[in-house]
């Protein structure tokens, strides 16, 4: 009996071992995989300056031309998919995406489950009012208990519920950020928070919220933005490489340039 007991615990750390061991090769693993099925999976959602579709339909933004730049120089296709936010990390670890490449805030929960690139972007959530309330809005007191929209499970959600004052009013969550904007200009909501580096791309003179502002002086949250990827692997590292080279040849620097995020592109990629 003892001697049976002996092999059932000695096979099953046998099998514990090679578990272990199999996921730990998939993790490390992960670079060889994508490169060789030659195409990286990238996950976004739409939000515009970081991945939109243009007049003509064709998906462009700062964060698409990064991932396509970084894919040409690791000799893989660049494919985009379209994912529920909320559901981000399950498709992630199902591998119907390899990674979020959207704007991703990196935060300490985040980190538990995902392996982060180094940070590009320093962003910061603002509140974004129609003009005409200018007067009324101009800081989170004076927003206490109006009606306040952000999207679900992002840094904006999170800003609100954290604020003393924003906290006490109405909260509706939005499937997109974009989705926001359309409930303060349709009057549904009294403001909205969300990326700094929308805000300023989509709100304001010449936009198509032309109507609306940014809050001034109302910083609720300064974030850095990272690629995620599955825990462990080293396709976060690969692709810092090629962040490096494309900041030392100045294609971040034109690519920032052109959607109008220089002001908040990290270009020192020490994590």
């Known amino acids: 009996m003892k001697k049976t007991m002996r092999s059932i615990v000695a096979l099953l750390l046998v099998l514990a071992f090679a578990l272990t061991a199999t996921v730990a090769f998939a993790a490390d693993d992960d670079a060889a995989y ?69 704007g991703m805030t990196i935060t300490e929960e985040r980190k538990e489950n995902m392996e982060f690139s180094a940070a590009y972007i ?13 007067a009324k809005y101009t800081d989170t007191a004076s927003l206490s208990g109006a009606t306040i929209v952000a999207e679900i499970s992002s840094a904006g959600e999170e800003a609100i519920l954290a604020d003393e004052n924003l906290s006490k009013g109405t909260y509706i969550a939005c499937g997109k950020q974009a989705d926001t904007l359309l409930e303060v200009k349709a009057g549904t909501a009294d403001a909205a928070v969300i990326d700094y580096v929308m805000a300023k791309s989509m709100v304001g003179e010449g936009t198509d919220y032309a109507d ?10 300064v974030e850095e933005y990272g690629i995620g990827f599955r825990k462990g692997s080293t396709m976060a590292a690969e692709v810092d490489a090629q962040f490096k080279a494309l900041i030392e040849d100045g294609t971040m620097a034109a690519i920032a340039e052109k959607y109008g995020q220089a002001d908040v592109l990290i270009t020192d990629i020490a994590k």
């Open 212 to 221: 609306m502002m940014i809050v001034e002086g109302v910083d609720l949250a």
């Open 122 to 134: 320093r962003n910061k959530q603002v509140i974004v009012i129609r003009t005409e309330n200018a």
């Open 34 to 102: 994508i490169k060789e099925k030659g195409k990286m999976l990238i996950g976004i959602t739409i939000f515009d300056p970081m991945n939109y579709y243009d007049d003509n339909g064709k998906l462009i933004g700062f964060d698409t031309e990064f991932a396509e730049a970084v894919c040409a120089k690791l000799g893989v296709a660049p494919e985009f998919v379209e994912i529920n936010w909320d559901t981000k990390e399950i498709e992630l670890n199902a591998k119907s995406i390899d990674c979020i490449w959207n």
